[in-house]
């Protein structure tokens, strides 16, 4: 099955740091990858929606200085936490899926803890 | 606005039960449905149903969904431990290309 792979898995850094994720389509190439925000016992937010070479759409009430994507290739997109507080505090996951009636697959998943 | 609602919030049984979650849906351009697990990390695909009356099964998993009552069930028989997680249901509108619409999701905790 298709594997994507997130790294890293646990974060824990002091307030005011930047903190990098990234997310990796092993063995397909994605045309879009997704990045989601979750609470705990909460569902899925999606907060970005970000396509290959083009600039990513955010949802609404997402800051698009705060994180910050980049999706340079069909197999790499990463976001990028910019001066992290402990409200960003959450479980960020990533999916990634090659074609509109392809489902998503998810990456395993970056708790950050700001301390 | 698209909506998808999951029943019910919670669940607990014992092994060997066999159980049934519900996911309803309000979308313009359907595409298709499509159900996850969650145990400690991210959601691991289940089933992806687009065609109204065609049961999909997997080992003890099933799924089958009712265009005309804009509806899912998903059924576990045989319960297990292994079972409990998080049973997130989404659906994919024909307009956002790949982009999904969650529920809240179905917490099952399997009891031994």
């Known amino acids: 099955g298709a594997v994507v792979s997130q790294h890293p898995s646990r974060v824990i850094c002091k307030s005011g740091t930047s903190v990098k994720i990234e997310c990796r389509s092993l063995d397909f190439q994605a045309t879009t990858m997704f990045w989601y925000r979750q609470f705990p016992k909460q569902s899925l937010m999606l907060m970005a929606t970000?396509?290959?070479?083009?600039?990513?759409?955010?949802e609404q009430g997402v800051e698009k200085d705060k994180f910050l994507i980049n999706h340079a290739s069909l197999t790499l997109s990463t976001l990028t936490v910019t001066s992290a507080h402990p409200e960003d505090s959450s479980f960020y996951i990533c999916?990634?899926?090659?074609?509109?009636?392809?489902?998503?697959?998810f990456g395993d998943g970056t708790r950050l803890s700001i301390l | 606005e698209d909506k998808v609602v999951q029943s019910p919030l919670s669940l607990v049984v014992h092994e060997g039960d066999t159980v049934t979650l519900n996911c309803s849906y309000e979308?313009?351009?359907?595409?298709?449905l499509l159900w996850y697990k969650q145990e400690k990390k991210a959601p691991t695909f289940l089933f992806m149903l687009t065609s109204s009356g065609i049961e999909k099964k997997s080992g003890r998993l099933s799924s089958i969904l009712d265009k005309k009552e804009l509806s899912s069930i998903l059924n576990i028989t045989a319960t297990q431990t292994g079972d409990s997680a998080i049973y997130l249901c989404a659906v994919a509108p024909m307009e956002y290309g790949n982009k999904l619409v969650f529920g809240a999701g179905t917490i099952l905790r399997v009891k031994s």
């Open positions: 999916s990634a899926a090659n074609s509109g009636n392809q489902p998503q697959h």
């Open positions: 970000s396509n290959e070479g083009s600039k990513a759409t955010y």
């Open positions: 979308v313009t351009n359907f595409r298709s």
